[in-house]
């Protein structure tokens, strides 16, 4: 186990350096003058040129990114462009918001879609299994912008009952994360059935019926543990998404989090910022993906690594 | 057996332990609304120097309210605004929202109203000599900045001195740069010498970048010096608490020298969807709101629970014409342009009604301004101006158009497109994000490939030289911002003239003059002067508006 965990350990230093290039050379790539976007349309030519050189972005590209690597080695992300402040402490002020939502909505799509796809695979080709396919297709291709307005207006102008916006009150949390969980609850619910569907056909479930289980034990402990493998790296994946897909949320309910911050620094070329989250959110995913894994061998002991 | 039950169980356990942790950890820490009862806090203390901003921020407030008062319910006025702070510095304010902000806690020397007429502020009179080269500000006295210090003429002068510093970040530097030195003459008298007459300096003093900050701050030796994150000003209202990308949380500043504000706190919530915003103001969870869906604008004026004001601002809406390309070098073809396409139409049925049709290459509430004339759509003479100018082959023109950067662009350019061809005119719109834009219609005229590039210009305050400077050779890009390459000697003459001009008279009738030549030469499709909607709860007042896209909410009190 530990040598696995090193070997991954390595790979992911790897797979960060090549996003380190990945980033600095597609940023660069966009059309667009920071010096210009950020100094504003009003700024003389001469400030924009002074800017310019604040920012270090009259030096060569290849010292640009030695600088950038360089910095990072230190654990320095540098400075915001737009709002001269340290890019980390721009990020963590938003992390957490980020976090907390895409936590809280990965596990209502987790209590809700698991227990919704067994169901459906255990009621296979009932009414029951049919409307819950209805709901989960619409979740899956429900648009995030409007699902979140339609939340809105019943919820908060229509019923009053919760915030339109912002995260300063706990129920505030509330809205956002069942739009963010929509697509995950779907997504979830259908591989649970699809994967508890082939399992359920298998010897095993069988034998367990032979010999007098009751059916919710041969659901629960002897299918659902074998189809929870391909559930665990959906959930995973999801979980990623999640916390980088949540700009639209974040722009629908005001949610201060990462993704808007990621939204202005793209629209300001602030090249440090979107530099800095892309490396974060890469690092997180690569730790995530490291945790699905070791999380199979704890479900399925017949996984080992080593 | 049971082998399965408990990892499940335990995945599932430990999962619910993190969102709760999460949850639990949730940035609760809603502003209390109660007034502290304990005694003054620390008059003296400056804000530190916070260039580590966590998630929120707060400065001492200069005296906590009378604790034998009876503690009365705190008032709290709530206005959602759609950008994040990109700086609280007043020098840095590169964008009008932002400022607007700013506005509550830094004042400047001298202010506009509704009409935009300067009125005074921080300076409660001036003088400017006869030759317009020295510009004598005499101060309020009293005055307080939040840490306490006093608002004098030394702080006046560091605080312009400070714009002009080169290693500073001011977003805004141009309408300061004649300023040749700054004296405090006594503790109440600043005298501005200038190097070169400019004589719209006195309106240059409204902008938010010459906000006074307290001396603590930008003492050349403090380390808030270059950068600051605390608008320790003398406004009326002190920030407490900015949380990024939330909002930020105004406390009513005691000790504030002029007519006292209504609410106790005032919170600016950052809400980016224009509808979002609009559901906290018909959830009644704001009491105020800029920039609603343009396309509800309709419907919210027909709710009574809600005031639209569709307030005219400083900012003119036009299609640029490259001037130089072969065709459109003939004023007469750019004329037809402008009478091919029917703004009327268009401000109705696409802008919602939030424009108003242009009569001036310049905004109406701008010193300057006058009526000159209208480009009522007339397909017939479009088609003879184009004949006249012997345009037998239909035109083939490049249209690039932002999106989302002013009111209904993109949709807006659909139209006027759509005009074009009735005439002859075909163009294939394109559309880019905002950075790629700028870059595309900064380019160098050789390397210039767009004909015509929607746009909007609204000026650094509201004088016509801020306007001219977009029709001046000097300016064409990729030096200045003139993207039109619009050349006329003489025009330039003469806005070189109007802009040194010390009689304002005299000067108002030169930009008038110029006015009438730029309109008939017509650089640009003119459209409109972009409106700028506020609406706001029935249940509050005096939430009003500055001509320059501001609101101005800073007396606003319950309605009854």
Known sequence: MLRYLQQRFIAALITLFGITIIVFAILRMLPGDPARVIAGLLATQEDVERLRVQLGLDQPMLIQYANFLGNLLRGDLGISARTSQPVLDEVMARLPATMQLAVVSMLIAALIGIPVGVIAATRRNSILDYILSIITLFGVSMPVYWLGLMLIVIFAVNLQLLPAAGNEKIESLILPSLTLAAFSIALIARMTRSSMLEVLHQDYVRTARAKGLRERGVVFRHALQNAFIPVITVLGLQFGTLLGGAVLTESVFGWPGIGLLMLDSIFARDYPVVQGVVFIFAAMFIGLNVAVDVLYAYIDPRIHYG | MFRFAQPFTRVMLLLALVVLAVACAAPTAAPTSAPPTKAPVATSAPAPAATTAPAATAVPA???????????????????????????????????????????????????????????????????????????????????????????????????????????????????????????????????????????????????????????????????????????????YVLKEYTKGAQLVFAKNADYWGKKPYYDTVTIRIVPEAATRESLLLANQVDAIILPPISDVPALQRNSAVKVITAPSNRIIFISINNTVKGLDNPKVRQALNYAVDKEAIIKSVMFSAGYELDAPMAPSLFGYCKVGSYAYDVNKAKALLKEANITAPLKLAFISPTGRYVQDFQASQAVAGYLKEVGVETDLKTM????????????????????????????????????????????????????????????????????????????????????????????????????????????????????????????????
């Not at chain 2, 609280?88 to 109203?113: F, H, K, M, R, W």
């Not at chain 2, 400070?162 to 740069?177: E, Q, Y």
């Not at chain 2, 938010?208 to 010096?225: F, Q």
């Open chain 2, 62 to 236: 200069t005296k906590a309210p009378d604790p034998t008062k009876p503690a009365a319910a705190a008032t709290n006025f709530r206005i959602a605004i759609g950008v994040d702070m990109d700086t609280l510095d007043p020098a840095g304010q590169t964008t009008t929202t932002v400022s607007n902000v700013v506005d509550y806690s830094a004042e400047t020397l001298v202010t506009i109203d509704e009409k935009g007429e300067t009125q005074p502020l921080l300076a409660k009179s001036w003088d400017v000599s006869k030759d317009g080269l020295t510009y004598t500000f005499v101060l309020q006295s009293g005055v307080k900045f939040h840490d306490g210090k006093a608002f004098d003429a030394n702080a006046a002068k560091m605080n312009i001195e400070r714009i002009l510093d080169p290693d500073v970040k001011v977003g805004t530097r141009g309408p300061f740069m004649s300023i040749g030195k700054v004296e405090a003459v006594d503790a109440s008298t600043v005298r501005i010498t200038l190097k070169t007459p400019f004589p719209a300096l006195l309106q240059a003093f409204s902008m938010t970048t010459s906000g006074m900050l307290s001396p603590t701050l930008i003492e050349k030796t403090a380390a808030t010096y270059k950068n600051i994150t605390q608008p320790t000003g003398t406004g009326p």
């Open chain 2, 433 to 560: 994000d905002w950075p790629s834009y700028v870059a595309t219609i900064t380019k160098p005229v050789a390397e210039n490939t767009t004909n015509l590039h929607l746009l909007g210009w609204a000026p650094g305050f509201l004088d016509a030289s801020q306007q001219m400077t977009f029709f001046s050779i000097s300016q064409h890009v990729p030096k200045g911002l003139a993207t039109h390459f619009y050349t006329n000697a003489d025009v330039d003459k003469k806005i070189q003239a109007a802009d040194a001009e010390i009689d304002a008279k005299k000067r108002a009738e030169l930009y008038c003059d110029i006015n009438k030549t730029i309109w008939n030469e017509a650089p640009v499709i003119f459209l409109w002067n972009q409106a700028f909607p506020i609406v706001h709860s029935a249940k509050v007042k005096n939430v009003t508006f500055r001509p320059n896209e501001k609101f101005y909410a800073i007396y606003a009190e319950p309605a009854n």
